[in-house]
Nanobody, 115 residues
């Protein structure tokens, strides 16, 4: 079955960096678009970044200039490089794979930005 496993979250000081990874299995990874979302308690899940199968990328306004999304198809992995982190970036970050109406979600990884 399809599995998406996020890693790389943790505690970081404001201004710091983290790289999140999402390893996929059980799917033809290269044919799927991949997205990162984030969610804080009591709020809706928020779009962060997208990379499609043709490596077109899109970032939320809050991520532009600080975050980069990339993918390594031979490794079945998508990355989110996050720089200049702010306390408001604190959230659980989720990986999402999509192709047409089909979607899969990972279990999430916690990112906490605090001094």
């Amino acid at each position: 079955q399809v599995q998406l496993v996020e890693s790389g979250g943790g505690l970081v000081q404001p201004g710091g960096s983290l790289r999140l990874s999402c390893a996929a299995s059980g799917m033809m990874f290269s044919s799927y678009g991949m997205r990162w979302y984030r969610q804080t308690p009591g709020k809706q899940r928020e779009f962060v970044a997208l990379i499609n199968s043709a490596t077109y990328t899109q970032l939320a306004d809050s991520a532009k200039g600080r975050f980069t999304i990339s993918r390594d198809n031979p490794k079945n992995t998508v990355y989110l490089q996050m720089n200049s982190l702010k306390p408001e970036d604190t959230a659980v970050y989720y990986c999402n794979a999509f192709r047409g109406p089909t979607q899969y979600w990972g279990q999430g990884t916690q990112v906490t930005v605090s001094s």
